[in-house]
Protein backbone atom coordinates (compact mmCIF):
# COMPACT_ATOMS: atom_id res chain seq x y z
CA UNK A 1 0.00 0.00 0.00
CA UNK A 2 2.49 2.37 1.20
CA UNK A 3 4.60 1.57 -1.78
CA UNK A 4 1.38 2.70 -4.13
CA UNK A 5 1.03 6.05 -2.41
CA UNK A 6 4.96 6.94 -2.89
CA UNK A 7 4.17 6.01 -6.91
CA UNK A 8 1.31 8.05 -7.34
CA UNK A 9 1.63 10.78 -4.40
CA UNK A 10 1.58 13.56 -6.78
CA UNK A 11 -1.99 11.88 -8.31
CA UNK A 12 -3.55 12.04 -4.75
CA UNK A 13 -2.16 15.20 -3.91
CA UNK A 14 -3.62 16.37 -7.23
CA UNK A 15 -7.27 14.87 -6.38
CA UNK A 16 -7.51 15.76 -2.53
CA UNK A 17 -6.66 19.11 -3.53
CA UNK A 18 -9.31 18.96 -6.06
CA UNK A 19 -11.51 17.24 -3.74
CA UNK A 20 -11.03 20.28 -1.10
CA UNK A 21 -11.68 23.31 -3.69
CA UNK A 22 -15.00 21.35 -4.91
CA UNK A 23 -15.52 21.91 -1.20
CA UNK A 24 -15.03 25.06 0.07
CA UNK A 25 -16.14 27.01 -3.85
CA UNK A 26 -19.42 25.17 -4.07
CA UNK A 27 -20.60 25.47 -0.58
CA UNK A 28 -19.31 29.30 -0.66
CA UNK A 29 -22.05 29.08 -3.90
CA UNK A 30 -24.68 27.36 -2.14
CA UNK A 31 -24.26 29.95 0.39
CA UNK A 32 -24.39 33.12 -1.80
CA UNK A 33 -27.85 31.26 -3.21
CA UNK A 34 -29.02 31.04 -0.32
CA UNK A 35 -28.50 34.98 0.53
CA UNK A 36 -29.45 35.58 -3.05
CA UNK A 37 -32.71 34.31 -2.83
CA UNK A 38 -32.96 37.00 0.38
CA UNK A 39 -31.24 39.41 -1.97
CA UNK A 40 -34.23 39.22 -4.58
CA UNK A 41 -36.95 39.93 -2.35
CA UNK A 42 -34.88 42.77 -0.12
CA UNK A 43 -33.77 44.48 -3.56
CA UNK A 44 -37.27 43.91 -5.35
CA UNK A 45 -38.83 46.05 -1.67
CA UNK A 46 -36.23 48.74 -2.04
CA UNK A 47 -37.18 49.35 -5.87
CA UNK A 48 -40.63 49.30 -4.52
CA UNK A 49 -40.46 51.52 -1.83
CA UNK A 50 -41.46 48.54 0.78
CA UNK A 51 -38.78 46.81 3.52
CA UNK A 52 -39.17 43.49 2.46
CA UNK A 53 -39.06 40.67 4.93
CA UNK A 54 -37.82 41.48 7.88
CA UNK A 55 -39.28 39.32 10.72
CA UNK A 56 -37.73 35.49 11.03
CA UNK A 57 -35.85 35.69 13.99
CA UNK A 58 -33.90 33.20 15.62
CA UNK A 59 -33.69 33.81 19.54
CA UNK A 60 -35.63 37.19 18.95
CA UNK A 61 -32.53 38.33 16.64
CA UNK A 62 -33.82 38.70 13.46
CA UNK A 63 -31.16 40.80 11.91
CA UNK A 64 -33.29 42.29 9.75
CA UNK A 65 -34.58 39.18 8.05
CA UNK A 66 -30.99 37.46 7.48
CA UNK A 67 -32.61 33.96 8.62
CA UNK A 68 -35.49 34.18 6.12
CA UNK A 69 -33.75 31.36 3.81
CA UNK A 70 -33.27 29.26 6.65
CA UNK A 71 -36.92 29.61 7.16
CA UNK A 72 -37.85 28.86 3.74
CA UNK A 73 -36.20 26.11 3.74
CA UNK A 74 -37.21 24.25 6.83
CA UNK A 75 -40.74 25.34 5.19
CA UNK A 76 -39.85 23.61 1.95
CA UNK A 77 -38.90 20.39 3.60
CA UNK A 78 -41.70 20.07 5.50
CA UNK A 79 -43.97 20.57 2.81
CA UNK A 80 -46.24 17.84 1.40
CA UNK A 81 -44.33 16.26 -1.49
CA UNK A 82 -46.77 15.49 -3.86
CA UNK A 83 -46.60 13.36 -6.88
CA UNK A 84 -49.73 13.42 -9.30
CA UNK A 85 -51.36 10.48 -9.95
CA UNK A 86 -50.69 10.16 -13.43
CA UNK A 87 -47.31 11.20 -13.43
CA UNK A 88 -44.23 9.08 -14.70
CA UNK A 89 -42.55 8.49 -11.22
CA UNK A 90 -39.46 7.99 -12.22
CA UNK A 91 -38.91 10.98 -14.77
CA UNK A 92 -40.97 12.97 -12.58
CA UNK A 93 -38.04 12.66 -9.91
CA UNK A 94 -35.37 12.88 -12.20
CA UNK A 95 -36.36 16.38 -13.68
CA UNK A 96 -35.39 18.46 -10.42
CA UNK A 97 -31.80 16.63 -10.95
CA UNK A 98 -31.86 17.58 -14.55
CA UNK A 99 -32.48 21.32 -13.63
CA UNK A 100 -29.61 21.56 -11.00
CA UNK A 101 -26.98 19.09 -11.49
CA UNK A 102 -25.57 20.59 -14.65
CA UNK A 103 -25.42 24.38 -13.08
CA UNK A 104 -23.73 23.14 -10.12
CA UNK A 105 -21.33 21.64 -12.68
CA UNK A 106 -20.46 24.18 -14.31
CA UNK A 107 -18.66 25.86 -11.25
CA UNK A 108 -15.89 23.38 -12.02
CA UNK A 109 -14.30 25.34 -15.09
CA UNK A 110 -14.65 28.58 -13.31
CA UNK A 111 -11.64 30.05 -12.45
CA UNK A 112 -12.02 31.88 -9.03
CA UNK A 113 -8.70 33.34 -8.15
CA UNK A 114 -4.36 32.59 -10.02
CA UNK A 115 -2.99 30.26 -8.18
CA UNK A 116 -1.63 30.07 -4.10
CA UNK A 117 1.65 28.32 -3.31
CA UNK A 118 0.69 25.96 -0.06
CA UNK A 119 3.48 24.64 1.49
CA UNK A 120 5.54 24.64 -2.14
CA UNK A 121 2.49 22.97 -3.65
CA UNK A 122 0.99 25.43 -6.53
CA UNK A 123 -2.87 25.13 -6.16
CA UNK A 124 -5.07 26.42 -8.69
CA UNK A 125 -7.70 28.44 -8.05
CA UNK A 126 -9.99 26.70 -10.31
CA UNK A 127 -11.24 23.29 -9.71
CA UNK A 128 -10.45 21.65 -13.24
CA UNK A 129 -8.79 23.77 -16.19
CA UNK A 130 -10.67 22.18 -19.37
CA UNK A 131 -8.55 23.07 -22.18
CA UNK A 132 -12.59 23.09 -23.87
CA UNK A 133 -13.66 24.82 -20.97
CA UNK A 134 -15.86 27.24 -22.93
CA UNK A 135 -17.15 24.38 -24.86
CA UNK A 136 -18.04 22.17 -21.88
CA UNK A 137 -20.03 25.76 -20.21
CA UNK A 138 -22.39 25.63 -23.33
CA UNK A 139 -22.60 21.49 -23.58
CA UNK A 140 -23.86 21.65 -19.75
CA UNK A 141 -26.19 24.84 -19.86
CA UNK A 142 -27.46 23.15 -22.73
CA UNK A 143 -28.34 19.97 -20.74
CA UNK A 144 -30.42 22.05 -18.17
CA UNK A 145 -33.43 21.88 -20.81
CA UNK A 146 -33.77 18.41 -19.86
CA UNK A 147 -34.78 19.39 -16.52
CA UNK A 148 -37.36 22.27 -18.07
CA UNK A 149 -38.94 19.38 -20.45
CA UNK A 150 -38.81 16.40 -18.52
CA UNK A 151 -40.58 18.50 -15.46
CA UNK A 152 -43.28 19.32 -17.39
CA UNK A 153 -43.95 16.17 -19.54
CA UNK A 154 -43.72 13.40 -16.73
CA UNK A 155 -46.33 15.48 -14.64
CA UNK A 156 -49.04 14.72 -16.88
CA UNK A 157 -50.73 17.78 -17.10
CA UNK A 158 -51.28 19.61 -20.07
CA UNK A 159 -50.33 23.10 -19.07
CA UNK A 160 -47.56 22.20 -17.68
CA UNK A 161 -46.67 20.66 -20.69
CA UNK A 162 -47.20 23.77 -22.52
CA UNK A 163 -45.02 25.31 -20.03
CA UNK A 164 -42.31 22.97 -20.83
CA UNK A 165 -42.90 23.33 -24.77
CA UNK A 166 -42.38 27.00 -24.28
CA UNK A 167 -39.13 26.63 -22.27
CA UNK A 168 -37.33 24.25 -24.69
CA UNK A 169 -38.23 26.58 -27.71
CA UNK A 170 -36.89 29.61 -25.61
CA UNK A 171 -33.96 27.31 -24.13
CA UNK A 172 -32.49 26.10 -27.35
CA UNK A 173 -33.20 29.35 -29.23
CA UNK A 174 -31.23 31.60 -27.07
CA UNK A 175 -28.77 28.80 -26.52
CA UNK A 176 -27.64 29.44 -30.11
CA UNK A 177 -27.03 33.30 -29.54
CA UNK A 178 -25.69 32.91 -26.71
CA UNK A 179 -22.62 30.25 -28.45
CA UNK A 180 -22.01 32.87 -31.09
CA UNK A 181 -21.69 35.85 -28.92
CA UNK A 182 -18.73 33.64 -27.91
CA UNK A 183 -17.13 33.31 -31.12
CA UNK A 184 -15.98 36.63 -30.76
CA UNK A 185 -13.65 36.23 -27.66
CA UNK A 186 -12.55 32.49 -29.00
CA UNK A 187 -11.05 34.43 -32.40
CA UNK A 188 -8.98 37.17 -29.98
CA UNK A 189 -7.77 35.09 -27.10
CA UNK A 190 -7.30 32.35 -28.91
CA UNK A 191 -8.12 30.00 -26.35
CA UNK A 192 -11.44 28.03 -25.00
CA UNK A 193 -9.66 27.29 -21.97
CA UNK A 194 -11.19 29.80 -18.83
CA UNK A 195 -8.04 30.40 -17.42
CA UNK A 196 -6.01 31.57 -20.32
CA UNK A 197 -8.94 33.51 -21.25
CA UNK A 198 -8.31 35.40 -17.57
CA UNK A 199 -4.58 35.39 -18.16
CA UNK A 200 -4.95 37.14 -21.37
CA UNK A 201 -7.39 40.10 -20.00
CA UNK A 202 -4.37 41.08 -17.42
CA UNK A 203 -2.46 42.70 -20.19
CA UNK A 204 -2.74 46.44 -21.01
CA UNK A 205 -3.74 48.06 -24.20
CA UNK A 206 -2.54 50.95 -24.89
CA UNK A 207 -0.11 50.89 -21.86
CA UNK A 208 -3.03 52.16 -19.64
CA UNK A 209 -6.38 50.10 -20.40
CA UNK A 210 -7.01 46.96 -18.46
CA UNK A 211 -7.61 44.61 -22.34
CA UNK A 212 -10.74 43.21 -20.60
CA UNK A 213 -13.25 41.46 -23.00
CA UNK A 214 -15.86 43.89 -22.77
CA UNK A 215 -13.37 46.35 -24.13
CA UNK A 216 -12.64 43.73 -27.39
CA UNK A 217 -16.24 42.84 -27.58
CA UNK A 218 -18.74 45.66 -26.10
CA UNK A 219 -21.71 44.66 -28.38
CA UNK A 220 -20.90 40.95 -27.65
CA UNK A 221 -21.33 41.51 -23.86
CA UNK A 222 -24.86 43.09 -24.14
CA UNK A 223 -25.80 40.31 -26.72
CA UNK A 224 -24.27 37.79 -23.88
CA UNK A 225 -26.41 39.47 -21.00
CA UNK A 226 -30.11 39.37 -22.94
CA UNK A 227 -29.25 35.37 -24.08
CA UNK A 228 -27.73 34.87 -20.58
CA UNK A 229 -30.77 36.50 -18.85
CA UNK A 230 -33.18 34.47 -21.23
CA UNK A 231 -31.05 31.59 -20.94
CA UNK A 232 -31.87 31.78 -17.48
CA UNK A 233 -35.73 31.89 -18.06
CA UNK A 234 -35.97 35.56 -15.73
CA UNK A 235 -37.83 38.14 -16.73
CA UNK A 236 -38.63 40.18 -19.10
CA UNK A 237 -37.98 35.81 -20.25
CA UNK A 238 -39.43 34.23 -17.87
CA UNK A 239 -42.97 33.53 -19.57
CA UNK A 240 -42.00 29.84 -19.44
CA UNK A 241 -43.38 29.81 -15.79
CA UNK A 242 -44.53 33.30 -15.11
CA UNK A 243 -45.06 32.80 -11.66
CA UNK A 244 -47.90 35.30 -11.30
CA UNK A 245 -50.20 34.32 -14.25
CA UNK A 246 -48.88 31.71 -16.44
CA UNK A 247 -48.69 28.08 -16.16
CA UNK A 248 -45.81 27.14 -16.03
CA UNK A 249 -43.70 23.72 -16.32
CA UNK A 250 -43.00 22.86 -12.54
CA UNK A 251 -46.66 23.44 -12.11
CA UNK A 252 -47.12 20.11 -10.39
CA UNK A 253 -44.05 20.49 -8.37
CA UNK A 254 -44.21 20.36 -4.55
CA UNK A 255 -41.81 20.48 -1.90
CA UNK A 256 -38.29 20.53 -2.03
CA UNK A 257 -38.95 19.15 -5.69
CA UNK A 258 -39.91 22.79 -6.67
CA UNK A 259 -37.20 24.10 -4.12
CA UNK A 260 -34.80 22.31 -6.36
CA UNK A 261 -36.02 24.52 -9.85
CA UNK A 262 -36.11 27.88 -7.86
CA UNK A 263 -32.90 27.13 -6.61
CA UNK A 264 -31.22 25.80 -9.58
CA UNK A 265 -32.63 29.34 -11.17
CA UNK A 266 -30.96 31.32 -8.65
CA UNK A 267 -27.37 29.64 -8.90
CA UNK A 268 -27.55 30.34 -12.77
CA UNK A 269 -27.96 33.56 -11.77
CA UNK A 270 -24.36 33.50 -9.93
CA UNK A 271 -23.34 31.82 -12.78
CA UNK A 272 -24.41 33.76 -15.27
CA UNK A 273 -22.32 36.25 -13.17
CA UNK A 274 -19.54 34.64 -12.81
CA UNK A 275 -19.78 33.93 -16.34
CA UNK A 276 -19.89 37.27 -17.29
CA UNK A 277 -17.40 38.51 -15.26
CA UNK A 278 -14.92 35.71 -16.29
CA UNK A 279 -15.44 36.77 -20.37
CA UNK A 280 -15.89 39.88 -20.32
CA UNK A 281 -15.05 41.53 -17.00
CA UNK A 282 -11.21 40.22 -16.39
CA UNK A 283 -12.60 37.45 -14.41
CA UNK A 284 -10.14 37.59 -11.01
CA UNK A 285 -7.77 40.09 -12.09
CA UNK A 286 -7.49 43.84 -10.39
CA UNK A 287 -6.09 46.13 -12.67
CA UNK A 288 -2.94 47.04 -12.70
CA UNK A 289 -1.98 44.67 -10.11
CA UNK A 290 0.49 41.83 -11.13
CA UNK A 291 1.86 39.19 -9.03
CA UNK A 292 4.67 40.92 -7.55
CA UNK A 293 2.29 43.45 -6.68
CA UNK A 294 0.47 46.86 -8.00
CA UNK A 295 2.67 48.22 -10.87
CA UNK A 296 0.93 51.80 -12.08
CA UNK A 297 0.91 53.02 -15.78
CA UNK A 298 3.17 55.90 -14.71
CA UNK A 299 5.74 53.56 -13.16
CA UNK A 300 5.22 53.60 -9.81
CA UNK A 301 5.13 50.05 -8.29
CA UNK A 302 3.80 48.97 -4.86
CA UNK A 303 5.65 45.22 -4.01
CA UNK A 304 2.76 43.23 -1.95
CA UNK A 305 2.90 39.95 -0.28
CA UNK A 306 2.15 36.82 -2.84
CA UNK A 307 -0.83 35.81 -0.29
CA UNK A 308 -1.82 39.45 -0.77
CA UNK A 309 -2.40 39.38 -3.99
CA UNK A 310 -4.26 36.25 -4.21
CA UNK A 311 -6.60 37.31 -1.94
CA UNK A 312 -6.83 40.45 -3.62
CA UNK A 313 -7.80 38.72 -6.73
CA UNK A 314 -10.23 36.25 -5.20
CA UNK A 315 -11.93 39.18 -3.17
CA UNK A 316 -12.30 40.97 -7.03
CA UNK A 317 -13.71 37.99 -8.44
CA UNK A 318 -16.30 37.87 -5.72
CA UNK A 319 -16.79 41.51 -5.68
CA UNK A 320 -17.54 41.25 -9.73
CA UNK A 321 -20.20 38.03 -8.99
CA UNK A 322 -21.90 40.20 -6.58
CA UNK A 323 -22.17 43.27 -8.39
CA UNK A 324 -23.71 41.32 -11.81
CA UNK A 325 -25.67 39.18 -9.25
CA UNK A 326 -27.19 41.95 -8.32
CA UNK A 327 -27.84 44.27 -11.35
CA UNK A 328 -29.77 40.85 -13.00
CA UNK A 329 -31.62 41.01 -10.06
CA UNK A 330 -32.32 44.93 -10.42
CA UNK A 331 -33.24 44.46 -14.23
CA UNK A 332 -35.69 41.56 -13.42
CA UNK A 333 -37.60 44.00 -11.21
CA UNK A 334 -37.33 46.58 -13.89
CA UNK A 335 -38.95 45.00 -17.40
CA UNK A 336 -41.92 43.77 -18.08
CA UNK A 337 -42.40 40.47 -19.90
CA UNK A 338 -41.89 40.18 -23.12
CA UNK A 339 -44.88 38.32 -25.67
CA UNK A 340 -43.98 34.86 -26.87
CA UNK A 341 -43.91 36.22 -30.36
CA UNK A 342 -41.50 38.89 -29.17
CA UNK A 343 -39.15 36.83 -27.58
CA UNK A 344 -38.52 34.47 -30.48
CA UNK A 345 -38.50 37.44 -33.19
CA UNK A 346 -36.28 39.07 -30.95
CA UNK A 347 -33.78 36.65 -30.61
CA UNK A 348 -33.86 34.97 -34.32
CA UNK A 349 -34.48 38.13 -36.40
CA UNK A 350 -32.62 40.50 -33.96
CA UNK A 351 -30.31 38.63 -31.53
CA UNK A 352 -28.54 35.87 -34.32
CA UNK A 353 -28.33 38.27 -36.82
CA UNK A 354 -26.32 40.69 -34.85
CA UNK A 355 -24.26 37.83 -33.53
CA UNK A 356 -23.10 36.55 -36.75
CA UNK A 357 -22.47 40.38 -37.44
CA UNK A 358 -19.93 40.57 -34.64
CA UNK A 359 -18.38 37.96 -35.40
CA UNK A 360 -18.02 39.13 -39.31
CA UNK A 361 -16.60 42.44 -37.86
CA UNK A 362 -14.49 41.12 -35.46
CA UNK A 363 -12.38 38.59 -38.11
CA UNK A 364 -12.49 41.46 -40.54
CA UNK A 365 -10.92 44.08 -37.99
CA UNK A 366 -8.76 40.95 -37.20
CA UNK A 367 -7.58 40.41 -40.31
CA UNK A 368 -7.38 43.89 -40.80
CA UNK A 369 -4.87 44.18 -38.13
CA UNK A 370 -2.51 41.55 -39.18
CA UNK A 371 -3.36 39.61 -35.35
CA UNK A 372 -4.52 36.23 -37.88
CA UNK B 1 -71.86 62.79 -20.99
CA UNK B 2 -69.25 59.60 -21.85
CA UNK B 3 -65.80 60.52 -21.47
CA UNK B 4 -62.99 59.16 -24.12
CA UNK B 5 -59.42 58.82 -23.27
CA UNK B 6 -57.57 58.98 -26.82
CA UNK B 7 -54.53 57.12 -26.27
CA UNK B 8 -51.98 57.60 -28.32
CA UNK B 9 -50.74 54.52 -29.94
CA UNK B 10 -47.73 55.85 -32.14
CA UNK B 11 -45.61 53.36 -33.95
CA UNK B 12 -42.12 52.75 -31.58
CA UNK B 13 -39.01 54.59 -33.34
CA UNK B 14 -35.77 53.33 -34.15
CA UNK B 15 -34.52 53.90 -30.72
CA UNK B 16 -37.27 52.43 -29.32
CA UNK B 17 -37.22 49.29 -30.72
CA UNK B 18 -34.15 48.42 -29.77
CA UNK B 19 -35.09 48.81 -26.68
CA UNK B 20 -31.55 49.53 -24.69
CA UNK B 21 -32.33 53.25 -24.17
CA UNK B 22 -35.37 52.89 -22.82
CA UNK B 23 -34.50 50.10 -20.85
CA UNK B 24 -31.37 52.40 -19.23
CA UNK B 25 -34.21 54.85 -18.58
CA UNK B 26 -36.47 52.21 -17.10
CA UNK B 27 -33.21 51.43 -14.71
CA UNK B 28 -32.52 54.54 -13.74
CA UNK B 29 -35.95 55.06 -12.13
CA UNK B 30 -35.79 52.05 -10.51
CA UNK B 31 -32.12 52.17 -9.31
CA UNK B 32 -33.30 56.19 -7.77
CA UNK B 33 -35.70 54.09 -5.33
CA UNK B 34 -33.45 51.49 -4.57
CA UNK B 35 -30.47 53.61 -3.55
CA UNK B 36 -32.28 56.77 -2.35
CA UNK B 37 -34.55 53.67 0.12
CA UNK B 38 -31.32 51.83 1.14
CA UNK B 39 -29.68 55.35 2.27
CA UNK B 40 -32.77 56.43 3.48
CA UNK B 41 -34.79 53.70 5.14
CA UNK B 42 -36.80 55.82 6.94
CA UNK B 43 -38.38 57.79 3.84
CA UNK B 44 -40.29 54.64 3.25
CA UNK B 45 -43.75 55.13 4.42
CA UNK B 46 -44.14 51.27 5.81
CA UNK B 47 -45.55 51.24 9.28
CA UNK B 48 -44.23 48.34 11.29
CA UNK B 49 -47.58 47.24 12.47
CA UNK B 50 -47.84 45.90 15.77
CA UNK B 51 -44.75 47.61 17.59
CA UNK B 52 -45.74 51.22 15.66
CA UNK B 53 -49.26 52.05 15.25
CA UNK B 54 -50.90 55.19 13.23
CA UNK B 55 -53.40 57.15 14.98
CA UNK B 56 -56.53 56.23 13.55
CA UNK B 57 -58.00 58.71 11.37
CA UNK B 58 -61.73 60.84 12.31
CA UNK B 59 -64.18 58.42 11.51
CA UNK B 60 -62.30 55.12 11.92
CA UNK B 61 -61.59 55.92 15.47
CA UNK B 62 -65.23 55.08 15.64
CA UNK B 63 -64.95 51.64 13.98
CA UNK B 64 -62.17 49.71 16.63
CA UNK B 65 -63.42 46.72 18.28
CA UNK B 66 -66.63 46.47 20.44
CA UNK B 67 -67.87 47.13 23.98
CA UNK B 68 -70.43 46.94 26.02
CA UNK B 69 -70.63 49.97 28.69
CA UNK B 70 -71.73 49.15 32.14
CA UNK B 71 -73.53 51.32 34.47
CA UNK B 72 -72.73 52.50 37.63
CA UNK B 73 -73.69 49.30 39.53
CA UNK B 74 -71.83 47.24 37.03
CA UNK B 75 -74.84 46.00 35.35
CA UNK B 76 -74.71 46.23 31.22
CA UNK B 77 -76.53 49.03 29.76
CA UNK B 78 -77.70 46.55 27.30
CA UNK B 79 -81.28 45.61 27.80
CA UNK B 80 -81.46 42.53 25.04
CA UNK B 81 -83.49 44.00 22.32
CA UNK B 82 -82.35 42.44 19.51
CA UNK B 83 -82.05 45.90 17.78
CA UNK B 84 -78.49 45.26 17.01
CA UNK B 85 -78.43 41.36 16.57
CA UNK B 86 -81.36 42.64 13.21
CA UNK B 87 -79.08 45.22 11.81
CA UNK B 88 -76.04 43.06 11.48
CA UNK B 89 -75.21 43.02 7.99
CA UNK B 90 -72.73 39.76 8.99
CA UNK B 91 -74.96 38.27 11.48
CA UNK B 92 -71.96 38.09 13.75
CA UNK B 93 -74.25 39.12 17.07
CA UNK B 94 -75.87 36.92 19.07
CA UNK B 95 -78.17 37.65 22.19
CA UNK B 96 -80.14 35.56 24.71
CA UNK B 97 -82.04 37.69 27.00
CA UNK B 98 -83.18 36.99 30.43
CA UNK B 99 -85.20 38.98 33.30
CA UNK B 100 -83.56 40.69 36.00
CA UNK B 101 -85.71 39.29 38.90
CA UNK B 102 -86.85 42.40 40.77
CA UNK B 103 -87.32 44.26 37.53
CA UNK B 104 -90.22 43.99 35.13
CA UNK B 105 -89.71 46.58 33.03
CA UNK B 106 -86.10 45.55 31.00
CA UNK B 107 -84.33 42.67 30.20
CA UNK B 108 -80.55 41.92 30.19
CA UNK B 109 -78.48 40.01 27.88
CA UNK B 110 -77.58 36.40 29.19
CA UNK B 111 -75.49 35.38 26.54
CA UNK B 112 -73.76 38.39 24.36
CA UNK B 113 -71.55 36.97 21.40
CA UNK B 114 -69.92 38.50 18.68
CA UNK B 115 -67.94 36.90 15.91
CA UNK B 116 -65.48 39.03 15.16
CA UNK B 117 -63.86 36.27 12.15
CA UNK B 118 -67.85 37.64 10.58
CA UNK B 119 -67.90 40.85 11.81
CA UNK B 120 -67.25 43.79 8.77
CA UNK B 121 -66.21 46.67 11.33
CA UNK B 122 -69.50 48.65 9.67
CA UNK B 123 -70.74 50.10 12.94
CA UNK B 124 -74.03 49.73 12.46
CA UNK B 125 -75.05 48.04 15.75
CA UNK B 126 -73.94 50.78 17.36
CA UNK B 127 -75.84 53.01 15.02
CA UNK B 128 -78.93 50.88 15.94
CA UNK B 129 -78.64 50.79 19.74
CA UNK B 130 -81.67 52.95 21.50
CA UNK B 131 -79.73 52.75 24.87
CA UNK B 132 -76.15 53.90 23.99
CA UNK B 133 -75.19 50.27 25.05
CA UNK B 134 -72.61 49.17 22.48
CA UNK B 135 -69.47 51.11 21.04
CA UNK B 136 -66.53 50.70 19.04
CA UNK B 137 -64.67 53.08 20.43
CA UNK B 138 -61.78 50.98 22.17
CA UNK B 139 -59.11 51.79 19.61
CA UNK B 140 -57.88 48.47 19.67
CA UNK B 141 -58.10 46.64 15.82
CA UNK B 142 -58.82 43.08 15.91
CA UNK B 143 -56.19 41.22 14.69
CA UNK B 144 -55.07 37.71 13.91
CA UNK B 145 -55.40 34.85 15.44
CA UNK B 146 -54.38 31.15 15.28
CA UNK B 147 -57.54 29.75 16.26
CA UNK B 148 -61.05 31.01 14.97
CA UNK B 149 -62.33 30.15 18.33
CA UNK B 150 -60.27 33.06 20.13
CA UNK B 151 -61.77 36.00 17.63
CA UNK B 152 -65.22 34.77 19.36
CA UNK B 153 -65.76 37.63 21.71
CA UNK B 154 -68.64 36.77 24.41
CA UNK B 155 -70.24 39.12 27.01
CA UNK B 156 -67.50 39.09 29.71
CA UNK B 157 -64.85 39.72 27.03
CA UNK B 158 -67.55 42.79 25.84
CA UNK B 159 -68.34 44.25 29.05
CA UNK B 160 -65.95 47.14 30.20
CA UNK B 161 -65.81 50.92 30.79
CA UNK B 162 -62.63 53.38 29.50
CA UNK B 163 -61.15 55.32 32.44
CA UNK B 164 -63.92 58.05 33.10
CA UNK B 165 -66.96 56.25 32.65
CA UNK B 166 -69.83 55.32 34.07
CA UNK B 167 -71.34 58.41 34.24
CA UNK B 168 -75.25 58.50 35.12
CA UNK B 169 -75.42 62.03 33.95
CA UNK B 170 -76.63 62.31 30.52
CA UNK B 171 -77.19 58.55 29.99
CA UNK B 172 -80.05 58.29 27.40
CA UNK B 173 -81.16 55.74 29.63
CA UNK B 174 -84.20 57.17 31.75
CA UNK B 175 -85.84 53.45 33.00
CA UNK B 176 -82.15 52.32 34.05
CA UNK B 177 -82.11 55.63 35.88
CA UNK B 178 -85.15 55.27 37.29
CA UNK B 179 -84.63 51.96 38.47
CA UNK B 180 -81.37 53.00 39.91
CA UNK B 181 -82.71 55.51 41.85
CA UNK B 182 -85.58 53.33 43.35
CA UNK B 183 -82.51 51.26 44.54
CA UNK B 184 -81.51 53.84 46.47
CA UNK B 185 -77.86 53.73 44.16
CA UNK B 186 -76.18 56.85 42.60
Same mark, same amino acid.
Given at each position: ????????????????????????????? !???????????????????????????????????????????????? =?????????????????????? %????? &???????????? !?????????????????????????????????????????????????????????????????????? =????????????????? %?????????????????????????????????????????????????????????????? /??????????????????????? *??????????????? *??????????????????? /???????????? %???????????????????????????????? *? &????? | ??????????? *??????????????????????????????????????????????????????????????????????? =???????????????????????????????????????????????????????????????????? %????????????????????????????????????
Amino acid at each position: MTEFYAANSDLILFAGAAAFKTLVFLNGV !MGFTALLTLAERKVSALMQDRIGPNRASLFGLALNGLFHPVADGIKMV =MKEDFVPGRAEKLLFTLAPFFA %LVPVL &ALFSVIPFGDYV !MVFGYQLDLQIADVPLGLFLVLALSGLAIYGVFLGGWSAKNNFALLGALRGAAQMISYEVVLGLTLVGLL =MIFGSASLQDIVRAQGR %LLFGWLPAWGVVYQPFAFILFLVAAVAENKRTPFDLVEGESEIIGYFMEYSSMRFAAFMFSE /FVEIILISMLASTLFFGGWQVPY *LYESGFILPGGKALA *LNHYLVALLQVGAFSAKTV /FFSWFLLVVRWT %LPRFRFDQLMGLCWKRLLPLALLNILVTGAVM *L &ALGKV | MISVKKVDNRP *LNWLERIYLPEIARGLAVTLRHFFVNLFNPKGMPTVQYPEQQLELPHAAKTRTRHRLKLRADNSPKCVACF =MCQTACPAYCIRIEAAEYPDNAVEKYPAVFDIDLARCVMCGMCVEACPEDAIAMDTLEIPGGEQDRAR %LKLTKEDLLRNLPGEPSVVGAANRLANEYLKSKGGA
